[in-house]
């Protein structure tokens, strides 16, 4: 069983900086593909960004050049490091883990993050 923890969200004003971690634990004998989700009340959940078993990094166009998904050596801790953030990235993010094998994902609970202008 893998479990995810996201920690890190907050308020910030726009323009600002923000990084989120994400903590696996558990054990599950995988290649796991990473990544960052966020989701606004009333609308889809959406990609922000993935990190592969290769490290390989793929953003979606809102965030590109303002955020960067990494990883710790571990590869179980996950981070997203948002630069110049804007009032339209409000949301809740939650990170996800997907075992490359099985298909298998989870997602954490979430945590939230606030743009005032």
């Known amino acids: 069983q893998v479990r995810l923890n996201e920690s890190g969200g907050g308020s910030v004003q726009a323009g600002g900086s923000l990084r989120l971690s994400c903590v696996r634990e558990?054990?599950?004998?995988?290649?796991?593909?990473m990544s960052w989700h966020r989701q606004v009340p009333g609308k889809e959940r959406e990609l922000v960004s993935v990190?592969?078993?290769?490290?390989?990094?793929r953003y979606a166009d809102p965030v590109k050049g303002r955020f960067t998904i990494s990883q710790n050596n571990d590869r179980d801790i996950l981070y997203l490091h948002m630069d110049r953030v804007k009032p339209e990235d409000t949301a809740t993010y939650f990170c996800?883990?997907?075992?490359?094998?099985?298909?298998?994902?989870?997602w954490g609970p979430g945590t939230q993050v606030t743009v005032s202008s």
């Open positions: 996800r883990s997907a075992c490359v094998e099985n298909g298998v994902g989870y």
């Open positions: 990190i592969d078993g290769t490290g390989a990094t």
């Open positions: 558990g054990y599950m004998l995988c290649t796991f593909t």
